[in-house]
């Protein structure tokens, strides 16, 4: 077959090598002028590359690390000891192992211990997702741990990935979170380690790529799909259509060719406005009332080179809703500074509503509106620290899972032959992630195959 994959994030990607390795020729087509979508990376100078959102892995993430084998290259893979952190009643507070809770003093006693016994009955008890499907986070973390815990710690965590959104997230998703992520066993019982490859996420991307084109497929980047018709026509958008957003009905048509099937790793709103009447009318009402009814935060990221260290952590969730952002992210406190020259990194992390006014500001003009914030974690911050920035908007980056979502996701299968959907909405119960995006590009091409 002649596939169409539409995005080069991992989960197109995958799907493409996997075909590629089934004897199918794939087109993948990219929008962005670069491979990885979210875990896309940029040159940050003097040949060293970073990933515009601060990204890691968890020992748990067993596909992605197969991948990394089965692409020969499993020494990229580095695992380091994490530090977390939360920062709430004017400090931050230390919260990596065990012990760090129940040092954990803006908790009274009885709900540190109220909420470790809490976590430790999830991690070992509770084996199945079923009977956390019905309720929100906040309702069971408030009836299990009490409300301070929910004030302090879980209801800050949970805005720090769903914004103004957190109260209503499915208790599912955070069952997911506490009980996959982490092996709980040997080295990792006391402080856990974080995956991160020795030179960014590039390299994946890059062996992918010559796979498919090994096998005579093409990787497009700076080449969107605008419109896919029945048959299947896919009618490409013009060289730079980057520039004008994320909705593909905007790009100027750039030449059309035709394919025995497409998958498409694109969001919901996208994949929606590529269908050409006809195809949409095939997909039908149902499929398509799925799509428009999951949605998602924007994560605005704003990443800083510092001339110096910012905390001593490399996470620190921010607990104190009085600060405009939900996470300082220092990525040169998990990877040394030594592999980038000498040079520091900083993710300020937020995850906001379509509209919220910080995603018009420029990233000076956001930098200003942080620096009291940050001046909070550390008062002698100043802006002669920052020697450079970078900013950048995913609007799609984090579906919203609310109670009942496992009965709310659009199958892989569209219902028209031939035609597949794979993306972020469909990952659940667990929280999507790079290594899922591996295992859904392999679903998204097993699904294809299985059609005929
Ligand atoms: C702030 C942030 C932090 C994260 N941190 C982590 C982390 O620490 N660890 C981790 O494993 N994961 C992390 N993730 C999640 C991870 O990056 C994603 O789950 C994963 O990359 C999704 O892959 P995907 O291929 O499914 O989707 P995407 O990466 O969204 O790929 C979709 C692709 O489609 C392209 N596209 C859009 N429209 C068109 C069009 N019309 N034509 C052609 N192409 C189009 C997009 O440009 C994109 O490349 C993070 C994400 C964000 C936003």
């Known amino acids: 077959m002649r596939v169409a994959v539409i995005g080069a994030g991992v989960a197109g990607l995958t799907c493409a090598h996997r075909l590629t390795a089934q004897g199918h020729v794939c087109d993948v087509y990219e929008r962005w002028p670069g491979l990885g979508g979210q875990a896309a990376t940029l040159d940050v100078g003097s040949g060293h590359r970073l990933e515009r959102y601060y990204h890691h892995l968890f020992t748990s993430d067993r596909h992605i690390a197969a991948l990394y084998e089965e692409l020969g290259m499993p020494e990229e893979l580095e695992w380091r000891p994490s530090s977390v952190a939360f920062f709430l009643e004017g400090r931050s507070w230390p919260f990596t192992s065990p012990a760090d809770l129940l040092r954990f003093r803006p908790l009274s006693l009885r709900s540190r211990l109220r909420m470790g016994l809490a976590v430790l009955w999830l991690q070992r008890r509770a084996r199945d997702v079923a009977p956390f499907e019905g309720r929100t986070a906040c309702d069971w973390i408030v009836a299990a741990m009490g409300r301070e815990a929910y004030a302090k710690v879980w209801g800050p965590l949970l805005r720090g990935k769903f914004g103004d959104r957190a109260d209503d997230v499915s208790m599912a998703w ?32 890059a062996a992918l790529r010559e796979s498919v084109e090994a096998g005579g497929g093409r990787v497009l980047i700076d080449r969107p799909v605008k419109r896919v018709s029945r048959g299947f026509e896919v009618l490409a958008g013009a060289p730079g259509s980057f520039r004008a957003g994320h909705d593909p ?20 709103d996208v994949f929606r406005a590529l269908l050409d009447d006809e195809l949409a009318g095939a997909i039908g009402e149902a499929y398509l009332t799925r799509l428009e009814r999951i949605e998602y935060h924007t994560a605005l990221c704003l990443l800083l080179e510092l001339d110096r260290g910012f905390t001593p952590f490399y996470w620190t969730n921010i607990a104190d809703p009085e600060l405009p952002f939900v996470g300082v992210i220092e990525h040169t406190n998990l990877v040394e500074p030594a592999r980038y020259g000498g040079r520091r990194f900083v993710y300020v992390a937020n995850y906001l509503a379509a509209g919220d006014e910080l995603l018009s500001l420029s990233a000076d003009d956001l930098l200003a509106r942080y620096e009291p914030g940050l001046r909070r974690i550390n008062p002698a911050f100043s802006r002669s620290w920052v020697r450079e920035r970078w900013l950048h908007r995913e609007p799609a980056a984090q579906p919203i899972v609310t109670v009942g979502y496992g009965e709310r996701i659009p199958p892989l299968r569209t219902g028209v032959p031939g035609l597949v959907l794979a993306n972020t909405t469909q ?9 899922y995006a591996v295992r859904l590009g392999g679903d998204a091409a097993s699904v294809l195959l299985s059609a005929g």
């Open 427 to 435: 990952i659940y119960p667990e929280d999507r992630g790079t290594n």
């Open 249 to 268: 009905r905007a790009y100027a048509a750039d030449g059309s060719e035709r394919y025995d099937a497409v998958v498409a790793t694109v969001p919901n």
């Open 174 to 205: 955070l069952w997911g979170k506490l009980t996959m992520r982490r092996r709980l066993q040997g080295k990792e019982a006391g402080q856990e380690l974080l995956g991160y490859p020795r030179r960014s996420w590039e390299p994946l991307f």
